[in-house]
């Protein structure tokens, strides 16, 4: 609590930040709060409205589905339809890895609105429910970024399936949902759901339309090949617990899933480097034949593997290539990061190069998005690892005694948040930002909900401070936000 303080002065300090009249406590206050946020990417704007409900500070029942209704609206608007989970979680990849997570697209948003909902009024969050559409659009390729990736919104119908008392009722409402029951993806968590205080007793119409529908999902190979491991798994759980009839469906239905998949051909894999070795792909014909087909006590379920052409006959997705600039700078901030005399006199002249050849850094002719990531990647790894803040706290109860040391880390962050807000909102962010909203946005949630509270609050001042109406808009609805929420605990 006292570092989330700290966070919310360095913000006020840094930025002029508003004061009293901001403390939200009041309908009026929230309203304007409202208005901030309607002034960002539908993306942003539905998860601060979201944000605002999950906090409490909305009373009222209608006050909260007022909202939630325009948060399910604008969540109605985001550039990306369908959650997607990265295929490369390395580099300055990892940075978009982690917005995808977050769920801005409109299936997650609009599920996370209906898990809000249930508690108030289950008749209209029933009625949003079936308004989602998660049927998956489109088929991708072995090149594919990103693939599908639905755990986040199915969390979101367990809560809604377990407000039933009725659970007949529920079994309906999960039988109709299961019509759009299409991806490999979409194995594991509507399994879980079966899983979860033992609903394949709960909704058995589910269950049965759920292991016939199982057999003849979309062949997508990209998808299968990143999940098929977890699906079978799950689903020689749930073979496990059912009864004989429902467990040969599930079996029969497995099998012919991993049939068509493999016989379509499946993406190679890069084999994973772990520290204990090599991990090698295991084949979803042996992962059948080792814990499934066992399951059905007959020899008969097995897969006979010599019949099928080669597993992985697809090519991997290529591997990216860092540029050459980057690939140096990366190596220099490694050494950085790891020198035991961090603090040295010098050391702070090797980091003052450093950042000079980051901050420095054009784009030499390559492409907008690229370079962004790469630069911006190492700009917040430089923030994160060299530029956290300092801040020596005495007593627990005030703000009036906190002390933010002056360091070289100060250094950093003067020269690196400037270096970010102009990136973000030059024209190379503003070029990714026309291709791709999430990938253009993924450096300011990464920063703004970075685990180090002063140097969020440090990074919140600046860009409250900047010409960017992004910036400056999400900037100050995360702080007046954070505040709220605070206060509303005291």
Do not use: F
């Given at each position: 609590m006292i570092r989330v303080m700290v966070a919310l002065m360095i913000i006020a300090q840094a930025a002029g930040a508003p004061q009293e009249s901001t403390h939200i406590g009041k309908a009026t206050d929230i309203a304007a709060l409202l208005k901030v946020a309607r002034t960002l990417p539908p993306e942003l704007a539905a998860d601060v409205f979201i944000k605002i409900v999950e906090s409490g500070l909305v009373k009222d029942n209608k006050a909260r589905a007022a909202v939630l209704n325009e948060a399910f609206a604008l969540a109605g608007q985001t550039q990306e339809r369908l959650p997607r989970r990265w295929v490369y979680p390395y580099g300055p990849y990892t940075t978009v890895k982690n917005a995808l997570a977050k769920g801005l697209d409109q299936v997650s948003l609009r599920g996370r609105i209906v898990g809000l909902m249930t508690g108030d009024n289950q008749r209209l969050s029933a009625a949003l429910f079936e308004n989602i559409d998660v049927t998956p659009s489109t088929i991708g390729n072995c090149g594919s970024e990103d693939v599908y990736e639905f755990s986040q919104y199915y969390r979101s119908v367990g809560v809604l399936l377990s407000s039933y008392a009725d659970k007949q009722e529920a079994d309906g409402v999960f039988s109709n949902a299961l019509s759009q029951f299409k991806s490999p993806a979409q194995v594991e968590p509507v399994v879980a759901l079966f899983l979860l205080n033992n609903g394949y007793r709960l909704y058995p119409r589910s269950l049965l339309k759920f292991a016939t529908m199982l057999a003849q999902i979309d062949v997508d190979p990209p998808v299968f090949s990143l999940h098929y491991r977890n699906a079978l798994n799950s689903i020689r759980r749930l073979a496990a617990a059912a009864n004989n009839t429902t467990r040969e469906m599930l079996v029969k239905s497995a099998r012919t899933l991993v049939l068509r998949e493999v016989d379509a051909g499946m993406c190679e894999a890069r084999p994973i480097k772990t520290t204990s070795g090599i991990v090698k792909q295991v084949s979803p014909l042996s992962l059948f034949n080792n814990d499934l087909a066992l399951l059905n006590g007959e020899s008969a379920a097995a897969i006979n593997e010599k019949g099928h052409p080669p597993v992985f006959t697809r090519p991997p997705a290529p591997m990216i290539l860092h540029s050459d600039a980057w690939s140096a700078l990366n190596r220099?901030?490694?050494?950085?990061?790891?020198?035991?005399?961090?603090?040295?006199?010098?050391?702070?002249?090797?980091?003052?190069?450093?950042?000079?050849?980051?901050?420095?850094?054009?784009?030499?002719?390559?492409?907008?998005?690229?370079?962004?990531?790469?630069?911006?990647?190492?700009?917040?790894?430089?923030?994160?690892?060299?530029?956290?803040?300092?801040?020596?706290?005495?007593?627990?109860?005030?703000?009036?005694?906190?002390?933010?040391?002056?360091?070289?880390?100060?250094?950093?962050?003067?020269?690196?948040?400037?270096?970010?807000?102009?990136?973000v909102s030059g024209p190379n962010g503003t070029a990714v930002y026309k291709q791709r909203r999430i990938i253009a946005i993924a450096p300011i949630l990464r920063l703004m909900n970075t685990p180090n509270l002063l140097l969020r609050g440090y990074v919140a001042g600046a860009f409250m401070k900047s010409r960017s109406p992004l910036l400056a808009s999400y900037a100050t609805v995360t702080y007046m936000l954070t505040r709220a929420t605070i206060e509303e605990g005291s």
């Open positions: 220099m901030y490694a050494l950085l990061a790891t020198d035991p005399n961090k603090g040295s006199d010098r050391w702070n002249l090797e980091m003052n190069k450093y950042l000079t050849l980051l901050v420095g850094w054009t784009s030499d002719g390559k492409d907008d998005r690229t370079y962004y990531l790469e630069k911006a990647g190492l700009i917040i790894d430089a923030l994160e690892g060299l530029g956290g803040t300092t801040a020596s706290i005495h007593g627990q109860t005030t703000l009036d005694n906190v002390v933010v040391q002056h360091t070289p880390e100060l250094a950093v962050r003067d020269r690196l948040v400037p270096a970010l807000i102009k990136l």
